[in-house]
């Protein structure tokens, strides 16, 4: 993965900085030292983060290591997540030509379509909307609101830019690899989409995501007999949610059952093992129960899929903390 901390450098050297955290995303974990000492070249102190960097949601609190501010590589900040300690966003762009992935993808294309990516991609949506539009196909990028910062930009926690286009388009294309955004874009809108992966150069249809609900419909099904929940909170800044545990927590009680609010920094499968509860509940990360629920002993559910065993809501729905 390519860097230059040249302007992050620049930012801390103009506020006064001494010292600062630096957050690397796993991908730069063997070029931390480097990146570090590039902030000790210019007279400051800095210290690697290695507690992990899964989104601007996770940015570390610098003051824990004694340091004035955080630089956090990889994200885009999420402009409606305050914090109360000085923080630079470094941005990572992927500059694989995404073109010629696009091009062999071209005879799935059913305009109009919206267009929609990770922030890695997102300077290159411009690119790919010329192209398209050359290729006599009407394109929109939605905007974003809440956490996102850019048009087309999605999360796996917020997708309003495909919403936003939603009446407008046939389907979507989406840039970039993995399937969790592309899967999250299609139970969300009720629309297909077009994943495109500038580094394999494979494109996919991904549709309703059948297989995906029936796993999770079969999780809810096992959690509805619970007597004993575990409903888990994230110190993190940006998936901390205490006051929606504890609103779970009331609803539980009002049933005669029972539940714990247990609060950890990164939910992992491990820190639960054999902690004796019937279900888990995530109210951090939807990635957390979504991506991962085969690594846990206990069915692990989103906060509106436990939602549905509580009886407040009738349908699977994607959790979003817009
Ligand atoms: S999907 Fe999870 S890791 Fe990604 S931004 Fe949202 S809360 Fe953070």
């Known amino acids: 993965m ?13 506020n006064g900085y001494a010292k600062v955290l630096v957050q690397v995303p796993d991908g730069l974990i063997p070029v931390a030292g480097e990146i570090a000492s590039e902030f000790e070249k210019e007279g400051m102190e800095a210290v690697v983060w290695m507690g992990g960097n899964f989104g601007a949601c996770d940015a570390a609190d610098p003051r824990i290591a004694g340091c004035d501010a955080l630089i956090h590589i990889g994200h ?8 109360d300690y000085p923080v630079y966003f470094h941005e990572l762009g992927d500059e694989s030509d995404v073109i010629p992935a696009l091009r062999n993808a071209l005879n799935e294309v059913e305009g109009p379509v919206g267009l929609l990516t990770t922030v890695q991609h997102v300077h290159k949506l411009q690119d790919v909307k010329d192209f398209l539009e050359r290729k006599g196909i009407v394109v929109y990028i939605g905007n974003p609101t809440g956490r996102v910062k850019y048009p087309g930009q999605v999360l796996g926690c917020n997708f309003s830019p495909a919403l936003m286009v939603r009446s407008k388009v046939n389907m979507y294309i989406y840039i970039g690899t993995g399937r969790f955004h592309p899967l999250g874009a299609a139970m969300v809108t009720g629309k297909k989409v077009l994943a495109v992966d500038p580094h394999t150069g494979r494109h996919e249809i991904i549709e309703s995501g059948e297989r995906f609900l029936r796993v999770r419909y079969g999780l809810i099904a096992k959690a509805m007999d619970f007597k004993r929940a575990a409903i888990l909170v994230s110190t993190k800044p940006g998936q901390n949610r205490m006051g929606i545990a504890e609103q779970l927590k009331e609803k539980v009680k009002e049933m005669g059952k029972s539940a714990d ?7 992992s499968p491990q820190s639960l093992l054999g902690s004796g509860y019937d279900i888990y509940v ?9 991506d991962d629920h085969m690594n846990y002993d206990r069915p692990i559910l989103t906060v509106r899929e436990f939602e549905v065993v509580l009886g407040t809501r009738k349908e699977w729905a994607m959790d979003c903390m817009l």
């Not at 995530?282 to 979504?290: D, E, F, G, K, Y």
Request: overall charge negative; hydrophobic content about 50%.
């Open 76 to 83: 885009a900040e999420m402009p409606n997540l305050e914090l």
């Open 261 to 267: 609010i247990l609060i950890m920094d990164k939910i």
């Open 2 to 14: 390519e860097y230059d901390m040249g302007p992050a450098v620049e930012w801390a050297v103009k």
């Open 282 to 290: 995530s109210t951090a990360c939807p990635r957390i129960a979504l």
